[in-house]
């Protein structure tokens, strides 16, 4: 069952003389149980799509459903299904973690039985029992970040919004988010994600998309998107070689004092031969989510324009 449907979306800010046209007839379907990651570069459109897709902007042309409601004409109803983690979201400097979620649970009409064990359920799963009565002035960026996801995910909301939801975190409290994050799906929520992280949306979506100009690119699963280059494997050099020794095995390329080919299976044993004459280091592994990005839409996800 779709539960997010977007149709000839767009939006045009129009800034200075020259408009902006930040998404151009977006077509989105998102069905329900999904973890859908939606991936750009910073200004590809992302963000304004999920700011209308929440009923915080106006689109320009278009129209988007949630769970049949239109989000324009419609956006009480929209909201009650909903719940979001903005990008740049902020916390109330004096309450602690335990406060921000009880009250927001509150709010949101949850029962004073219900916040409690949700708000004691989800301080223990995102790792903040430690800092459940700290005021949030004195948490890193990181744990603000962990409490105003956590206030998110107690909502238990039909559908999740969660635009960078692990920004700022360490390795290890991403993965723990992760798998919080995971639990939500299992009970049947919808999750949108926005990340930068592509080792996290390879992690966890079920399906993705990645937008560039305001146009999608690419619509379908991790997978089948690595598939597309024709190359599962990347052998990594601990040193520089020359492009033109490799240029026959795949697509060469420099990456941090190191030469990185992505290549077939059938190339490794001559790659690991070369390595081996040449008293150099190799890694093996599959392609990763970054190199299909970077090939699709000609630059990384952190390049800006």
């Known amino acids: 069952m779709v539960v997010l449907e977007a149709r000839g979306l767009s939006k045009t800010y129009r800034k200075g003389p020259t408009p902006v046209r930040a998404l151009d007839r977006v077509d989105l379907d998102i069905e329900r149980g999904r973890l859908f990651a939606f991936l750009g570069r910073n200004g590809a459109g992302k963000t304004t799509f999920i700011k209308i897709a929440a009923t915080l902007l106006l689109p320009t042309e278009g129209e988007v459903l949630l769970f049949d409601r239109d989000v324009v004409r419609e956006p009480s109803a929209a909201r009650r299904q909903m719940a979001l983690v903005p990008q740049e979201g902020k916390l109330f400097y ?4 335990r406060e921000h979620i009880r009250e927001y649970l509150r709010v949101r009409g949850v029962s004073a ?10 301080l223990e799963e995102m790792g903040l029992l430690p800092y ?7 948490l890193s960026g990181g744990l603000q970040q962990r409490t105003l996801v956590a206030m998110i995910l107690a909502t238990e909301a039909p559908f999740l919004f969660l635009d960078e939801p692990t920004l700022g975190m360490d390795p ?10 995971r639990k ?3 009970r049947g929520s919808t999750v949108l994600l926005t990340t930068h992280y592509l080792d996290e949306a390879e ?3 079920d399906e993705l998309a990645v937008i560039e ?11 089948a998107l690595k598939s597309t280059m024709g190359r599962e494997v990347r052998v990594q050099f601990a040193g520089t070689l020359r492009p033109e020794e490799l240029a ?3 697509k060469v390329f420099a990456e941090r004092g190191r030469t990185v080919v992505l290549t077939t299976r059938a190339s490794v044993p001559e790659l690991t031969e070369l390595a081996l004459a040449r008293g150099i280091e190799i890694t093996v592994g599959p392609v990763a989510l970054e190199e299909a990005f970077l090939e699709l839409v000609g630059r990384g996800i952190e390049e800006e324009e």
């Open 94 to 97: 004096h309450l602690t973690p």
């Open 113 to 122: 039985e219900t916040t409690k064990s949700r708000t004691d359920a989800i």
């Open 132 to 138: 459940q009565n700290m005021i949030a002035l004195r």
């Open 172 to 181: 290890f409290a991403r993965r723990q988010v992760w798998e919080v994050i």
């Open 184 to 186: 939500a799906t299992s």
């Open 203 to 205: 992690q966890l979506s």
């Open 213 to 223: 100009g305001g146009h999608i690119l690419y619509h379908g699963t991790s997978e």
């Open 248 to 250: 026959s095995f795949g």
